[in-house]
Structures are given as C-alpha cells and as structure tokens.
C-alpha cells in the first residue's frame, strides 16, 4: 500500500538545510505533504526582528517551495493558516485540530510524521491519536520518525539566515536568491559615466548586470530618431532582460537605465508619457538608485536632467545624487560601495 508521510514548518525562509531535510524524507515513502505554515501576527514580528530587506508573504513562501520542487511529483505542498493559536511551544491542542481540519479537507491520510526536532516526537504522538476520529486522517500505526537531527550537511537555520540574509547566502536556494536579490540602477545625464560605473561594480561584487538596451536598439536597428513605440518596446525588452538576470546573480544585479530615464528620454521627443512605462515605473522597485550628475549641462541635457528629476520625485522614487567633479571616477565608485556594502552588511 501507498505511504504517506508529512512535514510541517514555517519555512520562512526556506534555505538548504530544509531542502536537504525534505529530500530526505521524500524517498522515505510514496508521497511526502510538505506544509507552510503561516500565521500573520508571528510573521511580520519574525520580519521587524529580521535583517531581511523585505518581507516574503505566504504567497512568496509557497512559491519559493513548489518552485523549488516542482519536478518531483511525490512532493505536495499545502497551506496552514495557524492565526488565532497561542505560538510554539504552547497551542499544541488548538494546532492538532486545525492541522486535522486542514488534512481532512484536502483528504490526506498520514502515516508518517518527519521531524528535526525530538523534543516535538511525544507531542505529536499525544496530540493527533488523541483526537476524536483521529483514524480519518492518521493511520492507527502512526509513525514519527526523526532525521537529520544534527543538520549534517547544512548546519544553518532560519533564524540565522534572516539575522544575515547576504552572509548566508549560499544556504538559499535559487528562488529565495532571486526574491533577495538587491537590485541597483544607475541612471544619469548622457556621457555622466553610468554605464562605467555599471561596469565597475558588477566586476567587483562578481555579479551580473543589465546593459542599457535603448543604447543597443538604435544600434542594432541603425536609427537616430526613436519613436514612442520604439520606447515601449524598448522599456518591455529592458524589464525582461531585469528579470532574466536576476535568476543567475550574486546578491546584486546593476541595472543601466531604469524606466524613469527612458520617460524622461521620451518626453525630449513627444512631450507626452507612455502609459506602459508608467505602468513598468511604478511595478519596478530599485533598492538603490544612483543618479550620476554631470556639471557640465547643454540646454538640451539640463532639460533631460530636470525631466528625469521630475518623474522620480512623482513617483516617490528616493535616489542618491553622485556628483561627477573633474570626471573624477574613483570618488563615485568609493561613495557607491559604501551605499551598497551598508545596505547588504
């Protein structure tokens, strides 16, 4: 007959030492219930207490685990929404019932329980055979086996991972990396130097970046006079290639040129907004932005300059001003590392 076996935990985040765990247990049986628990209240206290940059929901949280497995189809992951119980270690009464609620619902039998924690064993054992009609969904030789007890091949914890997000980096899996991941755009007047600087943190933090795709189009396309269309395009392809890149980065991705330049740019030609790049303005969130201004301004870049100014302002947009003196690099790059180093330590 087929066996079932079950995991619960908050998984918040989930890293490679419940990967490893889950795995584990997957081969143990037939088919394995790994359960997310949530709860609001312990949630966003776990997060204000965090050093994460930003808060992962239960949405984010199921999606990192079913990203994370699914080409296993003997791995299920469902919700449990454990508001309005008294937390861990008290509660067990209350959980046991909701968690019997939860499985009948979704009309699962368990016959083994897995868990990291020994001190949980008795707990299962005396809250699940206890309940009335504990027979429709625990097998009446029910079993909990602990594994992995030691967290031999990743000693880490959520706890750790949420106090330094950046320094246990390696202990996320690829999904968990991607929602992390701090996202920088440098933006500024033509010929300020952005995209160097660009290049010089990408190669010094070992990651990826993003080229400014409206320089590579009218390239590529051999055009000197760009059309809106041409911009909406360009803005679509550019958010792309962002979210492409993410996947494959080390902590950071540079971005060269962000949607408010590329309005900007558009309003010199058409004096009217797009609607698509507003819509990419406000969906889109930098966790930096450097804004590298140059002294020298013609009318026609000082027109840029107050256009781009003018929609960051509009959309709440925060930048740091980086001023370019005597096409003095090295100051920029100094000043951009200690945003940044402060931002992820």
Known sequence: MKKTGIIFGKFYPIHMGHVDFIQKASGLIDELYVVVCSDDTRDKDLFKKSKMKKMPTIKDRLNFVESIFKYQNNIKIIHLAEDGIPFYPNGWKLWSERVFETLLKNNIKVDVIFSNEPQDVENYKNNFLTLPNSEKVFSKNLKIQTIDINRDNFPISATEVRNSPYHNWDFMPKPVQEFFAVKVAIIGTPHSGKTTLVHKLSNCYNTNFVEDYKKKYSQKNNLK????????????????????????????????TEFCSLQANLLELDKKENNVINNLIKKEDFDLIFYIENEKKTPKIKEFDENLKEILAKNNKKMINLKLKNNNFTEIYNLSLDYINKLIE
């Open 225 to 256: 006079n760009l059309e809106e269309k041409d911009f909406q395009h360009i803005a679509q392809k550019h958010q792309e290639k962002i979210s492409k890149s993410i996947k494959n980065s080390n902590k950071l991705i540079f971005i060269d």
